[in-house]
């Protein structure tokens, strides 16, 4: 099992450009979420999916988009990227919502914008 | 969104206890979690709490809950240098989906 991966790993975006963010899963998990880390403030949600053509906003949706077309990977879009936006990007998964289902994690995406 | 808070940073020397402490505002989570991450990776679970639970040890590991004062600890015994890492605590809410994370505690272990 390869767990959750992130494509790509790295990645240098000019303001205004766009891109998409892919998180494959591998453990038939029905609950995707995104995240974004930020000096001193953790990790907050952007968007997340409880299945397969389903999504929802978390705490920070605007400027991105999400796609669950299949149930293994959960896409985030940036469609005219801002400075705001540079960030680490984490992608996770879980069997079931918020109990004791626990959470894995992808190793991140790091996104700068100038 | 809900509030969990943390401080920022914590030094230990090799071979003390160290304690995480963390502080969140809604009386209906229902789980409370730590999570560690290592530089360069994604957050991995360590271990968890129901919220009718006061403890819960795992080894090196204790995880305290004042559900009054809405206060959660982790305590890491005999730290090693392979603790440091940031740990967040996290906590999910009866009612949704979601996860609240912690702002992160990066702790630093000396030798």
């Known amino acids: 099992n390869a767990g959750v991966t992130q494509t790509p790993k790295f990645r240098v975006l000019k303001t205004g450009q766009s891109m998409t963010l892919l998180c494959a899963q591998d453990?038939?998990?029905?609950?995707m979420y995104w995240y974004r880390q930020d000096p001193g403030m953790g990790l907050r949600l952007i968007h997340y999916?409880?299945?397969?053509?389903?999504?929802a906003k978390g705490e920070v949706p605007d400027g991105y988009n999400v796609s669950r077309l299949k149930k293994q990977n959960f896409l985030l879009g940036l469609e005219s990227a801002a400075p705001s936006q540079t960030s680490v990007y984490f992608c996770?998964?879980?069997?079931?919502?918020?109990?004791?289902?626990?959470?894995?994690f992808g190793p991140g995406t790091r996104l700068t914008v100038t | 969104g809900e509030d969990v808070e943390q401080s920022l940073f914590l030094s230990v020397r090799e071979g003390d206890s160290s304690v995480i402490n963390c502080t969140y505002t809604?009386?209906?989570?229902?789980?409370l979690y730590w999570y560690k991450q290592e530089p360069g990776a994604g957050l991995q679970l360590l271990t968890y709490?129901?919220?009718?639970?006061d403890m819960k040890q795992d080894q090196r590991l204790t995880v305290l809950l004042n559900k009054k004062d809405k206060h959660l600890s982790l305590r890491i015994a005999d730290t090693q240098t392979g603790d440091s890492a940031i740990y967040f605590c996290?906590?999910?809410?009866?009612?949704?989906?979601?996860?609240?994370f912690g702002t992160g505690t990066s702790l630093t272990v000396i030798p």
């Open positions: 996770a998964s879980s069997y079931g919502g918020a109990g004791s289902d626990e959470q894995y």
């Open positions: 453990m038939n998990h029905e609950y």
């Open positions: 999916s409880v299945g397969e053509g389903t999504t």
């Open positions: 809604d009386s209906s989570s229902t789980y």
């Open positions: 709490i129901f919220s009718n639970m």
């Open positions: 996290a906590e999910s809410i009866d009612t949704g989906n979601q996860f609240y």
